[in-house]
């Protein structure tokens, strides 16, 4: 694998700084380093990819009708949230942006479940977390900045804006699926984390993006849920046994709370008056704008919420990197995670869901082995050469998984097709 880039030369430590160094660039309209960011995340191939990668529907599935949310739209959606959100706590809105914009870059093809696949495939060489992916996306595997050795320094963002992409700033613990980086690409998360006051702490605009990430995920994705007819909210409405059973999964994967306080909070919420009027959502136009009205009060709910509560305690504006720490309402987060809930329990786990999940895995773990007895010749240009330069099998086994985890889902299937010879598992 090549090396990490040389460290810039010793200097004050500046939030503008970029891993490798590179002359002022004027364009004459006064462009911010931020901005800078901003475009080149934008203008990034791994960014074009998220088009193609599910979110929670499969991205390339869906009749004409059928528009559900894919890792591009959300990122989009989670960086206008975590914007908005920033500017009014008097964070650099352009860092937030980048990180809402970013945070997703690594997630490989198929969602969470691809990400669990390659985890499991990778387990013997530091696992794969989509967290981790994406700082190495935006550090070494992007195209765009190279350092004075030759070896890519990927997007070669500022410091402040890579902290804000950072949702798990430690690595790989026994105790802890999520993580934020590989053993490998230490040299630069050291760099960019350089100021911050203790070693696990986020600054405020990841912990910004991270709430976004979870208002998106869980408005957005009931909206989906629902206009799709997986959710039917009068169902639930009218089943206290079923809102206990949904609280219970809640429970297990996404809050601390009780199985009985967060039931009790579900009742509250299904009393909202957003929500009460998409019981009977039959897709007409008047429910579509019902619906729509239950996207936009509970995203301004959620998101007015947190800033109430964090400007009361800073005491103060503006407030940035590590002057606060966002602060979340217990009861707003358990709501959020209940909607969270909704899609886990009605999409991701509906019935005959798991045959699809299981295709999906065999699918990235065939890829594996026929790349692995294929490299570098079945490796494609940009990994092909860090196939060649790796220093040892793990090294190589890692480049592997990384030309993987930069398919998006049509890509994984025809690659899949093209180096086995069969079609996709059934």
Not at 11 to 34: A, I, M, N
Not at 245 to 255: E, K
Not at 334 to 345: P, S
């Amino acid at each position: 694998m090549t090396p990490s880039p040389v460290r810039p030369a010793p200097g004050g430590l500046d939030d503008t700084d970029r891993w490798v160094p590179e002359p002022v660039k004027d364009t004459g309209y006064g462009r911010s380093p931020y901005e800078r960011d901003r475009a080149r995340v934008l203008h990034s191939a791994g960014f074009r990819r998220l088009a193609a990668r599910t979110q929670v529907h499969t991205a390339e599935t869906g009749g004409a009708d059928d528009v559900p949310r894919t890792r591009l739209t959300h990122s989009l959606e989670v960086a206008q949230i975590a914007r908005e959100m920033g500017a009014r706590l008097g964070c650099e809105p352009d860092v937030v942006d980048v990180a809402g914009l970013a945070h997703d870059l690594g997630h490989p093809p198929f969602g969470h479940n691809g990400e669990w696949a390659l985890h499991d495939l990778a387990v013997d060489i530091g696992g794969f977390e989509g967290n981790a992916q994406t700082l190495r996306v935006l550090t070494r595997l992007e195209a765009k900045v190279l350092g004075p050795d030759g070896s890519s320094a990927g997007l070669n963002l500022t410091r402040a804006s890579l902290d804000a992409t950072c949702k798990y700033p430690w690595p790989r613990q026994a105790d802890q699926r999520k993580f934020g980086l590989y053993a490998d690409d230490e040299p630069v998360f050291a760099w960019l984390r350089a100021g911050a006051p203790e070693p696990t702490r986020r600054c405020l605009e990841a912990q910004v993006m991270d709430w976004a990430d979870d208002v998106a995920y869980s408005v957005h994705d009931l909206e989906d849920g629902i206009h799709g007819g997986y959710i039917d909210l009068g169902l639930l409405i009218a089943d206290r046994d079923e809102q206990h059973a949904l609280a219970a999964d809640v429970a297990a994967v996404y809050s601390t709370e009780s199985v009985d306080d967060l039931a009790g909070i579900l009742a509250e919420l299904l009393a909202h008056p957003a929500l009460r009027p998409i019981a009977g959502y039959d897709g007409s136009h008047p429910a579509q704008a019902a619906l729509k009205g239950m996207t936009s009060i509970l995203t301004g709910a959620f998101v007015a919420a947190a800033v109430s509560a964090t400007r009361q305690q800073a005491g103060g504006l503006p407030v940035r990197r590590y002057a606060a720490d966002l602060v979340v309402p217990r009861v707003v987060r358990a709501r959020c995670a209940l909607l969270k809930g909704l899609a886990l329990r009605y999409v991701m786990r509906r019935p005959g869901a798991e045959a699809g999940y299981r295709r999906q895995r065999e699918i990235l773990a065939e890829l594996v082995e026929a790349l692995t007895d294929r490299a570098p010749a079945g490796l494609d240009p940009v990994f092909a050469p860090l196939w060649v330069a790796a220093p040892d099998d793990r090294a190589r086994a890692r480049v592997i998984i990384d030309q993987v985890a930069s398919l998006t889902d049509p890509a994984a299937v025809s690659w899949h097709r093209r180096l086995t010879g069969r079609p996709a598992p059934d």
